[in-house]
């Protein structure tokens, strides 16, 4: 184990892992995206596999993907830099096509089906659509199927926009009464600062506090494909954790990183009530 990695805290990660039934994965565009911003269709297959294992376990797993305007930038390389917000739109809208084709053919090596949802917030405000989001879900899951989430990035506007899926994942595991909300992101957890440009910055494994973790901590900004940052996965362990809900943040670019979880070879930030 590397300096970063704490054998206690990553077997109670495994023990936390091993002892839920209903689990949450939010993968970042970062995870989603090559180096040159193409999918990651290796990744997919992979994080495919390691779910089935979830599965065979006895675990339902409900994804939540973004990756809908990586995927657009596969399709049509030509769009990739206008910014105009009716070309982002359609951008998502035809790389959700492809963003679900590459998830189906992923899920089909493991003789899985997948659903695909897509949500705005308006969605978790009304009670008649909650409860029936919540139905398709359990019944998705009871059914052996993956639910795979994205928010309507093609209808959605800033007035009615969730706006990351850390939030999104996050109301989806307190809709679907989840045991356990992972977030996949391109670091290992939360940092006293930011590992990428402070090599003294020191992982933080379990949160308990995160008032204090705010006053303790360097918040920066945002990274080059996704929406969101490290204050939308705290404000994700906010909603969570309010309902007893443990949030993990972990590194989705390691190699085989859910299998090593659940194994406790490999660590993260553990949010608990």
């Known amino acids: 184990m590397s300096e970063n990695i704490s054998e206690s805290n990553s077997i109670n990660i495994s023990k936390i892992l091993k002892t839920s ?3 949450v994965i939010k993968i ?11 999918q990651n269709t290796e990744f997919m297959q992979s994080f495919a596999r390691q779910c089935k294992s979830l599965i065979d376990m006895g675990k339902q797993v409900v994804v939540v993907s973004s990756g809908a305007q990586v995927s657009g930038v596969s399709t049509l390389k030509e769009w990739a830099r206008k910014k105009d917000v009716h070309f982002r739109q359609a951008l998502c809208a035809i790389g959700q096509v492809e963003l679900m084709t590459q998830w189906r053919k992923a899920f089909a090596e493991q003789d899985l089906h997948i659903g695909q949802l897509l949500f705005t ?46 939030n999104l ?7 679907w009464s989840a045991d ?11 940092y006293t600062d930011n590992p990428k440009t402070n090599p003294d910055a020191k992982l933080i494994e379990t ?4 008032p204090a973790l705010r006053a303790g901590i360097t918040i920066g900004n945002t990274n080059a494909f ?24 972990a590194n989705g ?18 949010f608990l009530a």
């Open 21 to 23: 039934r209903k689990i």
């Open 28 to 38: 970042g565009s970062n995870t989603l995206a090559k180096a040159d911003g193409t």
């Open 121 to 166: 917030k308006e969605d978790f405000e009304n009670d008649h659509r909650s409860l029936n989001i919540r139905n398709t879900l359990f019944t998705l899951a009871d059914e052996g199927a993956v639910p795979i989430i994205n928010e309507n990035d093609s209808v959605s506007t800033d007035e009615f926009a969730i706006g990351d899926n850390d």
């Open 169 to 175: 994942s996050a109301l989806t595991a307190i809709l």
């Open 180 to 190: 356990l909300l992972i977030l996949f992101s391109d670091i290992d957890g939360i």
């Open 207 to 210: 949160v308990t506090d995160i």
């Open 226 to 249: 996704g929406t969101g940052g490290i204050e939308t996965k705290i404000q994700a362990a906010e909603k969570t954790t309010s309902y007893g809900i443990p949030l993990l943040l």
């Open 253 to 270: 670019s390691q190699e085989n990183i859910l299998d090593n979880l659940v194994n406790g070879k490999a660590n993260g930030t553990i």
